[in-house]
């Protein structure tokens, strides 16, 4: 029996990250996952590294915060798997001229005369250039965090908490992670009310020199280091989410079999809206389901058992405040989690909250925590 301080189970970005923050500090850490590394979302992912532009709020502060830190860490980490050229927004629907002017972010504002200058392949467009965006290749990333951790392929239907250990046939720790994605928790968490968000991303080899990272709807990237240029991503929500299980990988799920090619189209009629891309050839395909929150909000935090802390504190549902020690949590069971559209900016930042926050005792902020979603829940 090998024993481990943790074992992670999920190793997308929230399982790789959290599970090399720890390594770091000198934890011994077992990272399970029933695929392999970057099997599910992650391997799926754009993976576009973008400011949050807009008037300043909770959230888009927190997105830039993780963007800013993320950067750094993986240029750090593995400068070769990061393309950091920066990203032109394209004003639409969602994101007006006005959204992208007023904020707090410095940006240049590009002309089309000015972009037409930069390449006679851009569109008819004009834009907002961020310094502080890049793209990365998600496996790479996910290899390279995993390199000291031992990694096991094994599908988990269950945990047993025995005499202080949870032990997984031959390994055991005292500490669990839950780093799942999209997939049914391993411990039932009700007020983590994950919905599933589809989508599809391709990668296309292409002779066009793209300066850097568009975005609009979609988003397009500056050619990287393996040749290969991406464009991501379809957003569909699966309204049947309560009845499917959302296995690891898309290419198990009909519903994507059926609409693959009209995504795949989409996807390249948008991106020469943009820019003209030529010799095109679609070289790979990727499908996943981003795990997201209503409040679009990372989840990270003890896990605590709903059941047990609403009957113990029955008044908690009237609006009694009753302090974080006295819930009832799984034992010594963390979830990190609903990392939405955006899991790798937001992985590494994840994985030093939560990792200070098991070693050090530093508070996670309230709008990331586990409790704020279970009083939420429990007051409603
Ligand atoms: C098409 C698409 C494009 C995206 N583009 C971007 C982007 O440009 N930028 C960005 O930052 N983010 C992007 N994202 C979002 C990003 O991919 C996700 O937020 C991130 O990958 C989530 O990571 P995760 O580790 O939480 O989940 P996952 O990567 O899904 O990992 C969870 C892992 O847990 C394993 N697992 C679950 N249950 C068990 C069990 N019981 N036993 C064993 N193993 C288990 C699964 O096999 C899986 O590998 C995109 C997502 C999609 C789908």
Same mark, same amino acid.
């Given at each position: 029996?090998?024993?481990?301080?943790? =074992?992670? =189970?999920?190793?997308?970005?929230?399982?790789?990250?959290?599970?090399?923050?720890?390594?770091?500090?000198? @934890?011994?850490?077992?990272?399970?996952?029933?695929?392999?590394?970057?099997?599910?979302?992650?391997?799926?992912?754009?993976?576009?590294? !973008?400011?949050? %532009?807009?008037?300043?709020?909770?959230?888009?502060?927190?997105?830039? !915060?993780?963007?800013?830190? !993320?950067?750094?860490?993986?240029?750090?980490?593995?400068?070769?798997?990061?393309?950091? @050229?920066?990203?032109?927004?394209?004003?639409?629907?969602?994101?007006?001229?006005? +959204?992208?002017?007023?904020?707090?972010?410095?940006?240049?504002?590009?002309?089309?005369? +000015?972009?037409?200058?930069? $390449? @006679?392949?851009?569109?008819?467009?004009?834009?907002?250039?961020?310094?502080?965006?890049?793209?990365?290749?998600?496996?790479?990333?996910? &290899?390279?965090?995993?390199?000291?951790?031992?990694?096991?392929? *094994?599908?988990?239907?269950?945990?047993?908490?025995?005499?202080?250990?949870?032990?997984?046939?031959?390994?055991?720790? *005292?500490?669990?992670?839950?780093?799942?994605?999209?997939?049914?928790?391993?411990?039932?968490? %009700?007020?983590?009310?994950?919905? /599933?968000?589809?989508?599809? +991303? =391709?990668?296309?080899?292409?002779?066009? *020199?793209? %300066?850097?990272?568009?975005?609009?709807?979609?988003?397009?990237?500056?050619?990287?280091?393996?040749?290969?240029?991406?464009?991501?991503? &379809?957003?569909?929500? /699966?309204?049947?989410?309560?009845?499917? #299980?959302?296995?690891?990988?898309?290419?198990?799920?009909?519903?994507?079999?059926?609409?693959?090619?009209?995504?795949?189209?989409?996807?390249? &009629?948008?991106?020469?809206?943009?820019?003209?891309?030529?010799?095109?050839?679609?070289? @790979?395909?990727?499908?996943?389901?981003?795990?997201? =929150?209503?409040?679009?909000? %990372?989840?990270?935090?003890?896990?605590?058992?709903?059941?047990?802390?609403?009957?113990?504190?029955? $008044?908690?549902?009237?609006?009694?405040?009753?302090?974080?020690?006295?819930?009832?949590?799984?034992?010594?069971? /963390?979830?990190?989690?609903?990392?939405?559209?955006?899991?790798?900016?937001?992985?590494?930042?994840?994985?030093?909250?939560?990792?200070?926050?098991?070693?050090?005792?530093?508070?996670?902020?309230? #709008?990331? $925590?586990?409790? +704020?979603?279970?009083?939420?829940?429990?007051?409603?």
């Amino acid at each position: 029996m090998k024993t481990y301080d943790f =074992i992670i =189970i999920g190793a997308g970005s929230a399982g790789c990250n959290i599970s090399y923050a720890l390594q770091k500090s000198a @934890k011994k850490i077992a990272v399970i996952d029933r695929k392999g590394i970057a099997r599910g979302a992650s391997g799926a992912a754009g993976a576009f590294l !973008s400011p949050l %532009p807009g008037k300043e709020n909770l959230y888009n502060n927190f997105v830039n !915060s993780a963007l800013e830190f !993320s950067i750094d860490f993986y240029e750090k980490l593995i400068p070769e798997a990061v393309n950091k @050229k920066g990203v032109l927004r394209v004003p639409n629907d969602n994101f007006e001229l006005n +959204k992208l002017k007023d904020n707090a972010l410095s940006y240049g504002y590009y002309d089309n005369k +000015k972009l037409q200058d930069i $390449s @006679k392949n851009f569109k008819e467009i004009d834009g907002y250039y961020y310094e502080n965006a890049a793209v990365i290749n998600p496996l790479t990333v996910c &290899t390279k965090l995993l390199e000291n951790c031992d990694l096991y392929i *094994k599908d988990i239907k269950k945990l047993t908490f025995e005499d202080g250990f949870y032990n997984i046939d031959d390994i055991r720790a *005292k500490n669990i992670i839950l780093a799942q994605g999209g997939s049914s928790s391993l411990v039932k968490v %009700p007020y983590m009310a994950i919905t /599933h968000v589809f989508g599809l +991303k =391709i990668d296309v080899k292409t002779t066009t *020199k793209i %300066p850097f990272n568009i975005h609009k709807s979609i988003s397009v990237s500056t050619n990287k280091n393996d040749g290969t240029v991406a464009i991501g991503a &379809t957003q569909i929500r /699966h309204f049947a989410t309560n009845e499917i #299980e959302c296995y690891t990988t898309c290419d198990e799920c009909g519903f994507y079999v059926d609409s693959e090619k009209d995504q795949i189209d989409s996807l390249l &009629t948008q991106a020469n809206e943009l820019i003209k891309l030529e010799n095109l050839e679609v070289v @790979k395909i990727f499908k996943g389901a981003r795990a997201t =929150i209503k409040s679009f909000f %990372p989840v990270i935090g003890k896990a605590i058992d709903y059941k047990s802390s609403v009957e113990k504190h029955p $008044s908690i549902k009237n609006g009694t405040k009753i302090p974080f020690d006295a819930l009832e949590y799984y034992p010594n069971i /963390h979830v990190i989690n609903a990392l939405g559209s955006r899991g790798f900016v937001f992985g590494p930042y994840l994985a030093k909250i939560l990792s200070e926050n098991l070693l050090n005792d530093v508070e996670i902020p309230k #709008e990331i $925590s586990t409790q +704020k979603l279970f009083y939420k829940m429990a007051r409603k």
